[in-house]
């Protein structure tokens, strides 16, 4: 059953979306050079570009609402998945725990997760006006090989680095007795989410992995065709 | 693989063996008097057998094929044309014997419906040779077993946590510690609650002979042993905080909770009531038990009698994990509710178009 695609209006929309979105990588990658040529030196590059990445990775949530009108043909549940885990990281973790604000390990998700979203932003541009040139293609389904990878770990090096100030701030946490008997740990919590990239970060890659051989392998033989 | 039937039906096996049973006492010379006197006795019973109507009964024949590989598993042969698909599947279960009849989807096309076990084969044939896709539906678990796996679990579970295991609450705190009088009021009507879920799936439900996926059902055990987990560990807890109202909120809460654990244990004896004398012709009536008078307002009490109940002891505990179960809880009924409604807006249009699905009035 072929879903029917997005109308005119949902179209244009759409691709307004994904040019501000592009736009705005764009402004963090090079707001990023610039403090590195400023600075001299590749730490605490983060706060250059704290408000722009604030801004645009929460803007994202808005793709949870465009497979949710059906205006993109992907799951729900899939792409608020990806994003939450992102917003997550950019405010519950990084934002809240200052103290990680000068870590490497921001720069290294930050830089991964700022190319990735450059590509795939324009890759969506283009693939909406019908003109995708190869190398966006080939580049969104190759550079993820090393860029996945990259922000997982620096996502990963982060929550380890914030973990011993959350101990001891007692941050987000209630513990008993309270009024209404609930008590939550953020410190476990972060852990918890630190091994549930275990089983989840494989089967997201090789998945890309094997949609590179799919997608890539098709325009092939399809160039060969011609 | 042919699966080769033979070709008897009840009468005519019956006339054989008579037929066959007097020629060869004949033959044999009865040797004692018994023999003598069965022949005697039987000799007036001998009736010429009916010239068998050899009636042309086409006989269907069912091709089996894997749905994903297209390749033949295999051919039922010899199927009366009165037979349902539920014959056919268990005559396939006798040719392949790990597939039983509960766990074998059968579709006409490859992307079709899956056909119902009560499908007439008559109604299906197009020609003598019916094709069907095959689809094994996964491990299959009975109603009952079901629900009573998934109610003893909790009952067990929030035991465990009464009795203060020492692994889960440490112990210096557990001995010290007062326990309100609301602690022991939660365990017993909770238990209470899960006790007469498996009295009434054990006594007065009526299943279907239907079956379901084994994974739905670690989904349902996860669910509510995981939450009977997490309320429980809270409840019996040493630093338990006893409600704001104090006796008060307890008492209202716990006599609201007990008639909605009446009222919906009469739903349920009502529902399975009506279910047993066959009458589905009309929706359930309110007798003189003024819990069924809810049939009046709401077409499915024994959802609003459920929500209620744990809306109940969420008040009555103060606790904010089983509030959050309740309202899962009552987001999942009221999808139930909806659904059920529906059908009865199909069924019994008049009566029940007034009524609400599970929320007097408001839904």
């Not at chain 1, 736009?23 to 722009?52: D, F, N, T």
Request: hydrophobic fraction near 45%; charge should be positive.
């Amino acid at each position: 059953r072929r879903r029917k695609g997005p109308g005119a209006l949902a179209t244009g929309y759409l691709v307004i979306y994904n040019v501000v979105m592009t736009a705005g990588w764009l402004v963090i990658a090079v707001g990023l050079v610039r403090a590195y040529l400023a600075k001299g030196s590749y730490h605490s590059l983060y706060y250059s570009i704290e408000k722009p990445l604030k801004f645009f990775q929460t803007g994202a949530l808005l793709e949870i609402l465009h497979c949710a009108l059906g205006i993109v043909p992907s799951s729900v549940v899939l792409t608020a998945f990806q994003v939450m885990s992102r917003v997550f990281l950019t405010w519950a973790v990084t934002h809240s725990v200052k103290e990680v604000q000068a870590e490497d390990s921001v720069l290294l998700f930050v830089v991964a997760w700022t190319i990735t979203e450059i590509i795939r932003y324009s890759f969506y541009t283009f693939s909406l006006l019908n003109h995708l040139p190869y190398l966006i293609k080939w580049a969104r389904y190759t550079l993820f090989i090393v860029l996945y990878p990259m922000g997982v770990s620096g996502e990963l090096l982060t929550i380890y680095a914030a973990l011993p100030f959350v101990r001891q701030s007692g941050l987000y946490s209630i513990s008993l007795p309270n009024k209404y008997n609930f008590s939550f740990d953020y410190y476990t919590f972060l852990i918890l989410v630190m091994i549930s990239y275990i089983p989840i970060f494989p089967q997201l890659y090789f998945h890309m992995l094997h949609q590179r051989r799919k997608v890539l392998s098709h325009t092939e033989e399809h160039r060969k065709s011609e | 693989m042919h699966q080769r039937q033979k070709p008897s039906t009840p009468q005519h096996r019956r006339g054989l063996a008579a037929d066959g049973g007097a020629l060869s006492m004949l033959r044999n010379d009865s040797r004692s008097f018994f023999h003598f006197s069965q022949l005697v006795l039987s000799a007036g019973q001998i009736k010429p057998s009916p010239a068998l109507k050899h009636s042309k009964i086409t006989y269907f024949e069912v091709e089996i094929l894997d749905v994903q590989s297209k390749k033949q598993i295999c051919i039922v042969d010899k199927v009366p044309p009165a037979s349902t698909l539920l014959d056919v599947k268990h005559k396939f279960h006798k040719a392949c014997p790990q597939w039983y009849p509960s766990r074998v989807g059968l579709q006409l096309e490859r992307n079709g419906p899956f056909l119902k076990d009560s499908v007439s084969i008559q109604s299906l044939a197009v020609s003598s040779i019916i094709t069907l896709y095959f689809t094994d539906l996964g491990q299959q678990v009975g109603w009952t077993t079901f629900f009573l796996t998934e109610y003893t679990g909790p009952l067990l579970i929030y035991l465990l946590f009464y009795i203060r295991l020492s692994t889960i609450y440490d112990q210096a705190e557990s001995r010290k510690n007062f326990r309100h009088p609301v602690v022991h009021l939660a365990c017993f009507c909770h238990c209470l609650h899960y006790i007469r879920h498996l009295l009434e799936t054990l006594f007065v439900h009526k299943f279907s002979e239907g079956h379901t996926p084994l994974k739905n059902m670690i989904k349902g055990c996860a669910f509510y042993w995981g939450f009977t987990s997490w309320i429980a560990y809270y409840i019996n807890h040493p630093r338990y905080t006893p409600p704001s109202f104090g006796h008060r909120q307890v008492s209202y809460a716990a006599l609201a909770f007990l008639m909605c654990e009446a009222g919906n244990h009469f739903i349920n004896v009502a529902l399975a009531h009506q279910t047993n004398s066959g009458n589905k012709t009309c929706f359930p009536s309110p007798t003189y038990n003024p819990f069924t008078w809810l049939f009046l307002l709401v077409s499915c009490p024994n959802y609003t009698y459920e929500a209620g109940s744990w809306i109940s002891f969420t008040v009555m505990t103060q606790t904010l994990p089983v509030g959050i179960f309740a309202f899962l809880m009552v987001i999942q009924m009221s999808l139930w509710a909806q659904k059920k409604h529906k059908l009865y807006l199909k069924r019994f249009y008049p009566e029940v178009q007034r009524k609400a699905a599970m929320i007097p009035i408001i839904f």
